[in-house]
């Protein structure tokens, strides 16, 4: 499994960002996605996940204002991000449950082993 986040930077607080996540390594159609963020010193937090017919979830942090798509064609998630505020400031990864179909029940990035490097979204005036 090989996934790639891309789409993170600056952003002013109101602002928008779309990250995107380039998988490979398996057949991608057939999984669920999910974007997850991580703060350095403080916790991890499920954004959300689009499972393999496209039903979504969000965390409620999030909810209204995240949307997450995905293109199985291209093998890419998409997480467009709107109305940002300075508590979105993270790192974001995507991840899949392939191999690991209790995925959205992870609490920790040590208990998953194929985070890509992640994109960094700073959001700050």
């Known amino acids: 499994v090989q996934l790639v986040e891309s789409g993170g930077g600056l952003v002013q607080p109101g602002g928008s960002l779309n990250l995107s996540c380039v998988a490979s390594?398996?057949?991608?159609?057939?999984?669920?996605m999910g974007w997850a963020r991580q703060v350095p010193g403080k916790g991890f937090e499920w954004v959300g996940g689009i499972y393999r017919d496209k039903v979504t979830w969000y965390a409620n942090s999030v909810k209204g204002r995240f949307t997450i798509s995905r293109d199985n064609a291209k093998n890419t998630v998409f997480l467009q991000m709107n109305s940002l505020t300075p508590d979105d400031t993270a790192v974001y990864y995507c991840?899949?449950?392939?191999?690991?179909?209790?995925?959205?029940?992870?609490?920790?990035?040590?208990?998953?082993?194929?985070w890509g490097q992640g994109t960094q979204v700073t959001v700050s005036s």
């Open positions: 390594g398996f057949a991608f159609s057939n999984y669920a």
């Open positions: 991840a899949t449950d392939h191999l690991v179909p209790h995925l959205f029940t992870i609490r920790t990035m040590a208990e998953y082993d194929s």
